[in-house]
């Protein structure tokens, strides 16, 4: 598998407590060894958003991403990290 990032997903990681950060490096090893581990809740998002993913980083932070078009898993952009909060100001 290979991850990518995308500006938005650099930017709003830089915005980050350095134990979210932690938190987030941490969750995207165990997701780049099995992307469907049950402790990261993979799954798809809803209306406008609808082509991409969320996994949990915390109770509150989600990494945003967006795969490859045939489901494999081969390439994977994180496109941004987002809070429950951002992610209902966005609807």
């Not at 209306?47 to 494999?72: P, Q």
Request: with cysteine; aromatic share 18%; proline share 2%.
């Amino acid at each position: 598998m290979e991850i990518r990032y995308t500006k938005g997903y650099e930017k709003s990681f830089k915005k980050l407590d350095p134990n979210i950060k932690n938190k987030a490096i941490e969750k995207i090893c165990i997701f780049a060894k099995n992307p469907f581990e049950k402790s990261l809740r993979n799954h798809a998002l809803l209306w406008k958003y609808s082509w991409y993913r969320s996994v949990d980083i915390t109770w509150d932070y989600r990494a945003i991403f967006r795969e490859d078009s045939d489901w494999t898993y081969a390439f994977v952009d994180f496109a941004e990290i987002w809070t429950q909060l951002s992610c209902m100001a966005r609807d």
